[in-house]
Nanobody, 127 residues
Framework: QVQLVESGGGLVQTGGSLRLSCAAS????????TAWFRQAPGKEREFVAA????????YYAPSVKGRFTISRDIPKNTMYLQMNSLKPEDTALYYC????????????????????WGQGTQVTVSS
């Protein structure tokens, strides 16, 4: 059973930075493909970024590319989302997710692709 716990959210001003963490059960990031999603109030949960188990590539939503960076520390069983140049439209509940199914740039964006989800961490960007 994969367990995922997000942390690092908070309140930040426009243009600021935050680093989210996703702590997982042992060997999750070497055995599973993982991703970050977010959900703003009244909106559908949307894809943010993904990193396959190989770690050889990363995928990003166009809205965050160049501002956000997904990474992981396998010995620490932790995945990160470094968020820079934050905007009010980045305000959302951020979730990490994991799947045993292979990902490509298209399928990585599908919520239904992922079997395991954390509880989320809130990010609020003030204008």
């Amino acid at each position: 059973q994969v367990q995922l716990v997000e942390s690092g959210g908070g309140l930040v001003q426009t243009g600021g930075s935050l680093r989210l963490s996703c702590a997982a059960s042992e060997r999750t990031f070497s055995n599973y493909n993982t991703a970050w999603f977010r959900q703003a109030p009244g909106k559908e949960r949307e894809f943010v970024a993904a990193i396959p188990r190989s770690g050889t590539s990363t995928y990003y939503a166009p809205s965050v590319k160049g501002r956000f960076t997904i990474s992981r520390d396998i010995p620490k069983n932790t995945m990160y989302l470094q968020m820079n140049s934050l905007k009010p439209e980045d305000t959302a509940l951020y979730y990490c997710a994991a799947t045993a199914m292979n990902l490509n740039p298209v399928t990585a964006t599908w919520r239904a692709r992922y079997d395991y989800w954390g509880q989320g961490t809130q990010v609020t960007v003030s204008s």
